[in-house]
């Protein structure tokens, strides 16, 4: 006796085709990142020493009270990550926004060339670009120096002197990082609607006057997206910093992802680290909800 085989009806499998499809991936993202999320939230409610993994009592909140609170080093780390947050954004912004409007020209020559140079910063790993930096702002043998001694300057302790470590990450992070913004927003230059720009000109309007008030308003997506991966960037910067600086001198390079890196991995204690984690996590909602919020209004 056979077994009629029961076939699915034809509406259902059409209406259920995008859930079977997305179901690998959903199940991929379960396992690879929410269930570590939701397991670093219950390391982070416990004392979890390496050294001793075995012991592991539940302390609750305790380890987000120590770093809000009592760590001095945390405040640090944070004031160093805003330092750098509140200059390298604003001027990475303010070079690509106008290098961009440059390469928009369209009696520049060269512009193929230009285009190519641009590139060749964010084809560079992050590991490198930190050992480049490291030789050229060597005391002794730096090139940045060597200029510096042409026109009858001292040399300076780019790394070595705490008042000028932190100056040298953001000058390395700018020059890293503004040709993300220059290819970014003359991508979106590009592509704006050119309706708009030419009815401003029958009107009479200035070049400064269409750039200001017709192409930013409909770059604001863009410079949106742009500005909160570079925001993301920064906050989660390590290797860098670790090439250039691992730090120091002192703690005038810390910063919050190469402390939590130091907590977890050199000190062990993987329940603070994992408190640091969503702090760090937390800081970045934050920050991407205002600013969305900011821009929204405006």
Request: glycine share 6%; net charge positive.
């Amino acid at each position: 006796m056979t077994i009629p085989f029961m076939r699915i009806p034809s509406k259902l499998l059409y209406k259920n085709t995008a859930y079977f499809l997305i179901l690998p991936a959903i199940a991929t993202l379960l396992f690879v990142i929410i269930s570590p999320m939701i397991y670093s939230i219950f390391v982070s409610l416990h004392t979890w020493y390496l050294a001793k993994p075995k012991v592991r009592p539940f302390i609750g909140l305790k380890n987000y009270y120590f770093f809000i609170f009592e760590d001095p080093i945390f405040r640090v780390a944070l004031r160093n990550t805003v330092s750098l947050l509140g200059v390298c954004i604003p001027v990475e912004f303010g070079l690509g926004l106008l290098l961009a409007s440059l390469l928009n020209r369209k009696n520049l020559k060269a512009q193929r060339f230009f285009r190519s140079c641009l590139i060749l910063p964010l084809a560079v790993t992050p590991i490198v670009v930190g050992v480049l930096w490291k030789f050229i702002l060597h005391p002794r043998y730096g090139i940045l120096n060597y200029f510096l001694s042409l026109l009858g300057l001292p040399s300076i302790q780019w790394i070595a002197d705490p008042r000028f470590a932190l100056v040298s990450v953001m000058m390395v992070d700018i020059w890293a990082w503004t040709p993300f913004m220059v290819l970014v927003l003359y991508a979106g230059l590009v592509s704006l609607p050119q309706a708009p720009l030419e009815a401003a000109k029958i009107d009479g309007a200035s070049g400064w006057q269409e750039f200001i008030h017709i192409a930013i308003p409909l770059l604001t997506p863009i410079i949106t997206v742009a500005i909160l991966i570079r925001v993301m960037d920064i906050i989660k910067m390590f290797d860098i910093v670790y090439v250039l600086t691992r730090g120091g001198p002192g703690d005038a390079t810390e910063l919050l992802s190469l402390y939590n890196f130091r907590i977890g991995l050199n000190y062990f204690y993987i329940g603070r680290a994992a408190a640091l984690s969503w702090l760090i996590a937390i800081m970045v909602i934050v920050i991407a909800q205002v600013f969305l919020k900011i821009t929204k209004t405006a």
